[in-house]
Structure formats: C-alpha cells, structure tokens
C-alpha cells in the first residue's frame, strides 16, 4: 500500500480545522479500506477501531535513522494475539536451530558477519525465505505484519511547505501502533481491545510514544491511553517475535532504498504475512 503525500495533500492539511488531515483527501493513513487521519493536539493519535477484552502483544523494531544521510524510516513489526506467540516462538527457534543458529540479526545476515560469518548469499536468502515460511504458517491465525517508511529526503522538502507537521517517526507509530489490530481468536467479540507494546531495548521509536502514554496515563485520559496497557523494551536476543519485527522493517526500507536482495524478498513478504506496508513520499 503506498500513501502518497503531493502538493494537494498538504495544501488540504493547512484548511483542515483541527486535525491533521480528513478522510476526504488530507493526510491519513490508510489501513485496509479504512482513512486514519494523523492527530493534531497530541504528537499522535491511536484510535481503537476494533475492541476486544483481551491482550493483543506488537513486537516493533527500526531500520534506517531520522538524521542527515539515511534516505528512508521504517517501522515495522508484528501483532498477534498472546495465545500465538508461544507457538510462533518454537517454530521460529527450530528454524534458527537448524540452520544453527541460536539468534538473528538481519544487518548480521546482510554483511555476512559475527554468526553470518563464511555464509554464502545463497545460504542467506534460503534462512530467509524459511523464516518468512514460518510465519505464512500462522495466517490463518491473525498474525499481522506492519511497515511504514518514510522517505527523508522528500519529508523535509514538505516540511519546508506546511506549518505543522508529524516528524517522521510520529507518522511510522501512528500507522504500525494505532490501526489494524486483529481480533482475538480466543476472545471473539469483547468490548475492550488491549495492547501490549514491545520495542527492542536500543530502539529510538519507544521514546516517542512513551512520554505521551505516561502522561495520559497520569491524566487519566481515555482513548489509546486505555487501550495500551504497556509499553516496554525487550532484547531482540531474547525474543523471536522482535526478530521477526527485524526481518518486517529491514526488507520494507531496503525494499524502497532498490536494495537488490529485497526487490525479492519484500513481494514475498507481502505474500505470504497478512498485513498493511505503507509508504509515504513528496508523490
């Protein structure tokens, strides 16, 4: 899914009375058929479109940096329910395991170094696709992948023409953190949807959404200040969900930087995981 943001987006942003977009033709965030406009009196806004009384646990992780030289943001991740991960967890190590390996790093598997190291790309690309086979398997189970990227280069010129603007990794959180949650299948038709978010430990986004949460949470704010009950860091060594959420943000950003190996990988991806991957740029 691409979200292209041109001249007339903005120019429907600067007329759009208390908001930062409309779902007539301003700045959203398209998620299935559904327009999520971008907030306007918070740094974001996660609305809650489907409810359920149950925990809903979303591994985030990052690829590319919001600083001079990086061409695109990513955030990407995966949303499943509790009662999943236990199962995606084995299948995942069993994985690794027999390709003997005990952990993965995507940027380890791309530079061919530390775990990686004497791997022929041949030997990459099968790890690959058989990690994303492990997690095709669990589509029928609402296991959801997300990306937003967002191209830098092209941000800053429309920062440059609209007064008021998300930062980019406000736009990434709002479109991966805030939409498209599945049901609970153990749980179908509860009133109240709960989130649990999970970003690794050295990870930038987290500071973005932890302040806002904090002090709504201290307000008593209603919203998505309810509905997420914790925002927390994990070590992505640790768990293979965070892994996953590695391999999700890496191949979206590398996709749109033209890297060679995900012009492969990214359409098999999308092929194989539910899921909505988002792009924005000048358009």
């Known amino acids: 899914m691409t979200r292209t943001l041109g001249n007339n987006a903005f120019s429907n942003l600067r007329k ?18 559904r327009w999520i406009p971008l907030a306007s009196s918070s740094s974001f806004h996660i609305p809650n479109p489907n409810r359920g009384q149950f925990v809903l ?12 030289g990086d061409k695109m943001l990513t955030l990407g991740g995966i949303v499943a329910s509790g009662s999943v991960w236990t199962d995606f967890e084995k299948e995942w190590m069993a994985t690794l395991q027999a390709h003997n390996l005990r952990e993965f790093h995507m940027t380890d598997a791309m530079a061919l170094r530390r775990s990686f190291k004497g791997w022929s790309n041949e030997k990459v690309e099968n790890l690959l696709n058989d990690l994303l086979t492990v997690c095709s398997k669990f589509y029928s189970r609402r296991f959801y992948a997300k990306s937003c990227t967002v191209n830098l280069e092209e941000y800053w010129k429309f920062a440059k023409e609209i007064l008021v603007l998300p930062t980019p990794e406000e736009i990434c959180i709002n479109a991966c953190c805030g939409s498209g949650l599945p049901e609970d299948e153990e749980n179908p038709g509860a009133e109240f949807q709960q989130v649990e978010l999970y970003f690794d430990i050295h990870e930038d986004f987290r500071h973005k959404i932890q302040e806002p949460w904090e002090r709504g949470k201290r307000k008593h704010a209603g919203g998505w200040i309810n509905q997420v009950q914790t925002i927390a860091t994990i070590c992505a060594e640790e768990r293979p969900p965070l892994q996953a959420a590695d391999l999700i943000a890496w191949t979206a950003n590398a996709y749109h930087r033209k890297h060679e190996r995900a012009k492969k990988l990214y359409p098999i991806m999308r092929s194989t995981i539910i899921g909505w991957h988002i792009f924005y740029d000048y358009g």
Do not use: E, H, M, W
């Open 57 to 68: 646990q979303a591994y985030f992780d990052g690829s590319g940096q919001n600083k001079p």
């Open 16 to 33: 759009t009375a208390g908001g930062l977009g409309a779902a007539t033709g301003g700045c959203g965030i398209a998620v299935g058929k």
